[in-house]
């Protein structure tokens, strides 16, 4: 199963990923993920947004135990960041089956569409759309590198945009959703853990500097008659880096377009992207506030405009408290091993941020041994992938049956 | 016929040229050029490296009289580098037929081919293959942004790549080599003068800077966990600004490429361009081994890994002084004007640059009144174009006629 999906969409030339959504990788993705269902006797179905569902039982009865990820990437992503948490969905489930598992609940798993936002810079637009918290008309002002916007992509890849918008119906069917990660940071290899138990998802956003100057000749105008934005962006970056530090935080520019963008040209227009998170909403307040008054003098010390435009914001997501408890009492004891399941925090937005304003939600990590992620190095040992599908297994389980 | 060029190659977005090498929007450029040549009975050639030629009289008696310049641009560049040499050239001829000056030399205007150098890095192509400054095994490393070849990408022109190389009879040919251009600084602005005589191009280059760190996630990576080569890339850009400063130089980071470039990615790679020019070579030296040493030691402190490359240089060039002495006479006196034409340098490369080496040559400079270049605003007035054709004109009569 793993086999089959680990060679779509990955570049020969940097060994990442380049699942972007809607692109023929992304379809990819998708039709190996309906043969799995199919293969499996699921209930094969795509929703309104795209998101693809395969269900055990039927999801009428309500109630439902839903569990997957993202099939999606990030630009050069690792193999991890998403494929573990739906491959570890139908391995649990058939692990399920293997051990004669007596479900009440109808179990569903999910590949929520567009994950990343790789393409439209929006991340969990399949999620958000579904839950409302993106709207009809805002996804329709989404646009990717080359100006195609999202309904025209959905279009040539065969989904209707017609059809999207929020989904309460869906929703209300939902019980309970569990999603199954890699780690994308080193606390349970810190620790020593297989695997752990989010309890928060930091507050976090993208925020869009737009340093605009005067285009001109790199060889012929004296420094004194330049407007050239690309200096205000790099004393941005610095001055973001210095107010994650002082903050407790993280705040990376790492995306960047620059306009000509020719060596022998003063550029007209630096665009850098801040991404920025913390572990309240009052930290966060104050590195990106901190990094826009900043730009701001640097700006205008060099005669740049400045536009910062907030692309997207997610605030701090608690998850449900009885089911983190319900998971934790389940994989505490009655599995009957010695398997420690800390509770940590998490930077990384998921679906299950999203969902979870509106159907109990948890998450399970698997540990990540370096930390490293949206990289081809992110890496997760068989053994803990192992250990990860036998917890997701025990939680269906322990929630489907009560 | 200034107005069928303007359209060609015009971004209808930005309002500048997007003229690329061996692009469509070139080779519409190249079809104005012949039908211009032909509409005046001139004889028409393209060489073997591309470059367009349309010859009065017959250039095998040598000691030809050329003038030309460029028709290809920067990225979002403005109408008049490069074009308005080439339509001064055409220009000129017709006012010397009016004048019904008798020449005793060929003449010949050119359109050297991939001046700026903006598909595939390297500047003057055409004139370097020519001189044999640029070689064949190192054209053929030439590599545009998306992995296409300088021949193949001649090839999907219609020209025929295994031509191309040194062409010293064709320079044999060439007694004198004028190009006119429009100025890329304020200097005939300051000092009033329509018309400006080229002493010297200042010794310039590109560098090109490889800071590689760790691609990893924005949100989860710890900042003592990162090395993340976009904080070194913005300190080496601001130490660029300083060592200029400092030197009285010029040198700018105006392009750049970030790979992943998403926005909650650490990159794993920051690879930004310098151009720097100084009056002289030491003063370059100082710069860009000031900037070099700069960077070394940031990348340093951020677990960066930094690799610089000159990917290309030209040292000082100092026009022909009997030739340029000579234009000042025939500027100065027999024309019976005021027109005051002072000598000046200039930061920017030229074909004329290339050439000088080989063929005695001189650069007219036309006074352009906000002194920016390679952009859309570039910009001279209008009579101030026609004192330049008829300058040109004076030009071309008094050295073909002796």
Redesign the interface.
């Known amino acids: 199963m793993w086999a089959e999906l680990l060679p779509v969409g990955r570049s020969s030339a ?1 060994g ?1 990923y380049r699942r972007y959504a809607w692109t023929p990788a992304d379809t990819d993705c998708r039709t190996w993920f309906r043969e799995q269902a199919e293969a499996r006797g699921l209930t094969y179905e795509t929703d309104r947004n795209g998101n693809q569902w395969a269900w055990l039982g039927d999801p009428a009865a309500g109630d439902a135990v839903v569990t997957g990820s993202h099939l999606d990437s ?4 690792g193999a991890f ?1 998403g494929p573990l948490g739906v491959v570890s969905a139908f391995a649990a489930l058939d692990e399920l089956r293997g051990r004669g598992a007596r479900l009440t609940r109808p179990l569903g798993i999910v590949n929520f569409g567009d994950e ?3 393409r439209f ?1 929006l ?1 969990c637009v399949g999620s958000r759309l579904t839950t409302g918290a993106l709207t009809v008309e805002q996804a329709h002002r989404l646009t990717d590198g080359d100006g195609i916007t999202l309904p025209q992509a959905m279009e040539a890849a065969g989904h209707d945009p017609e059809t999207i918008g929020p989904d309460p119906e869906r929703l209300a069917r939902i019980g309970a959703f569990v999603e199954l990660h890699v ?4 606390a349970l290899d810190l620790s020593g853990d297989r695997i752990g138990i989010a309890s928060a998802i ?1 507050p ?1 956003g ?1 925020w869009r500097f737009d340093f605009r100057g ?10 004194a ?1 330049r407007r ?1 934005p ?2 205000s ?3 941005t ?2 001055a973001a ?1 210095r107010e ?2 002082l903050a407790g935080a ?1 705040a ?5 377009a ?11 227009l630096v665009r850098g ?1 801040l ?1 920025s ?1 913390a572990a309240d909403q009052e930290s966060l307040d104050t590195v990106v506030g901190g990094v826009e008054k900043a730009a701001r003098e640097y700006a205008a010390a060099h005669g740049a405009d400045l536009d910062v435009v907030r692309e997207s914001f997610t605030p701090v997501v608690e998850f449900d408290h009885a089911l983190r408890d319900e998971l934790a009492r389940i994989l505490g004891g009655d599995t009957g091993t010695d398997l420690r399941v800390p509770v940590l925090g ?4 998921h679906d299950a941020g999203i969902l979870s304003g509106r159907v109990p939600t948890a998450m399970l990590f698997v540990r990540n041994p370096t ?7 992110e890496y997760a040992a068989e053994d803990d992938c192992v250990a990860g599908v036998s917890a997701l297994a025990d939680v269906l389980e322990g929630l489907a049956r009560t």
Do not use: C
């Open positions: 940097s990442g990030v630009p050069d992503g960041d990343e936002g790789a810079g991340a780690e994308q940071g080193r930091w976090h993208r005067e285009a001109n000749h790199a060889g012929t105008t004296r420094l008659d050239d690309m200096l962006y790099a004393e970056v610095l880096r994650a530090e993280v990376t520019f790492g995306k960047i620059v306009e000509p963008n020719g060596v022998n040209a003063i550029p007209s992207w991404d998170r998490t930077g990384a937005g930390g490293v992620s949206h990289s081809p190095a």
